[in-house]
C-alpha cells in the first residue's frame, strides 16, 4: 500500500508547480536552444550537441527509473536531476568546444528530459491513488510553456540571444526548488528488485513501445530545427515563439478533453489518429512556408503530441504494475527520447544541411510507418483481451 499524507487537492497543487517550473525551462529549451546553440558553434555541430542529449538518455533514464522504483520514492531522483541540470548550463560557461558543449548539454539536457517519465509516472500513481486528473494538471506545464517561451522570446529580440541562456539558467534555479516540493509517494518495490526490462514481458507491450516511441522521435526535426528553419525564411524570433505558442494552445485543449475522447474510443485508436495526424503535419512543413499553413500545422500538436501522449499515458496506467512503472516509463523514454529520437536528430540535421524540406519528409515517412504499426497493435491488443475475457 502506497503512503500518501496529502490530500488531492495538495498534491495537485504540488504537481501544478513542479510542471509550471519544468515547463518553464523546457519553453526556452526546445524551440529557443537551438538558436542560442547556433551562435556559439556552427551549424553542422548543432544537431549532434541537441542529439547527444538524447543518446545520453540511454545511460540516465535506465539509471534514474532503476532507482525510482527500488528506493519507492522518484522524488528524491527528481531532485537529484535538476541540480545536474543547473550544473551544466553553469558548466557551458567554461568551454568553447563542441565536443565539451556536446558532453555537457548532452548531460544536462538528458537529466532535464528524464524529468518527463519520472513526473508523469508520479503523477500517474497519484491519479490511481487519488484520483488526480493527469490532463488537468499537466496542462499548467503547456501554459507555463507559453509564457516562458513568449517572453524569452520577446528577450532574445531586444536584447539579443544572451537573453536565452541566462533565463534558461534561472529557471533551472527554480526547478530545484519545486523539485524540492513535489508530492512524495513511497510505493513499495518490487521483491524481484524492478530489473529494467521486466515490463517487456508484458503482453504487447513492447509493440507499444516502439510504436509510441516512433511517433513521439518524430517531433525531432522541429524541435531541432524548425526555429532555424523559420527564422531563414525571414520569420522573427518573436514570430517564431507565437508558432510555438500555438502548438501548445492547441496542446492545452487537447489536455482537457483528450480523457472523454479516450473513455469513448480507447487508447490504441487514438494513437492511430495521431498518426495521421503527423503525417498530414510533417508533409506541409515539408511543402510550405506561408504563415496560414504553418499555423495550422502548429495545430496539428494536439493530435500529434497531446492525443498521443495521453493515449500512451492511459494504456500505461492500464495495464503496467505500479511497481514497475518507472522502468516502463523509462523504457518508453530510453526509446522514443533516447535512440529514436537521437538517431532522427542527427540524421535530420544531415539532411537539413542538403535541404530544410528532407528532415520533415523523413518524419512524414516515420509517422507512416507508426500509422502502421498502432493498427497491428489495435488487432493483437483486441485479441488479446478478447481470449482472456473469454476464458
Known sequence: MSEVSYSKNQAARRLTGYYSAFFAVYGIAIPLWPRWLEEQITLEYVGIVLGAAYWLKLLVVPISSSIADSVGDRRRVMIVLSVMVLAGVLALQLTDSWILYAAIWGLAGAALSTGVPLSDGLSMRLGQILGIEFGKVRRWGSVSFIFSSLIVGALADFYGLDAIYWTLLFTSVLLIGASITVPKV???????RVPLFRPLSLPNFPLFLVTVALLLSTHAALYGFSAIYWKSLGYSNFTITILWIIAVIAEIGMFSISGRLIKRFGAMPMISVAAIGGIIRWVLLATQSEIYFLVFAQILHALTFALLYMALIAYMSKRIPPSISASAQGLYDSLAMGVF??????????????????????MAVCSACGLLLSLVLLVRVRAYERHHSEC
Open 186 to 192: 513511497y510505493t513499495p518495490p518490487d521483491p524481484e
Open 341 to 362: 529520437f537521437g538517431l532522427l536528430t542527427m540524421l535530420a540535421g544531415f539532411l537539413f544541411e542538403m535541404q530544410p524540406a528532407y528532415s520533415f519528409y523523413l
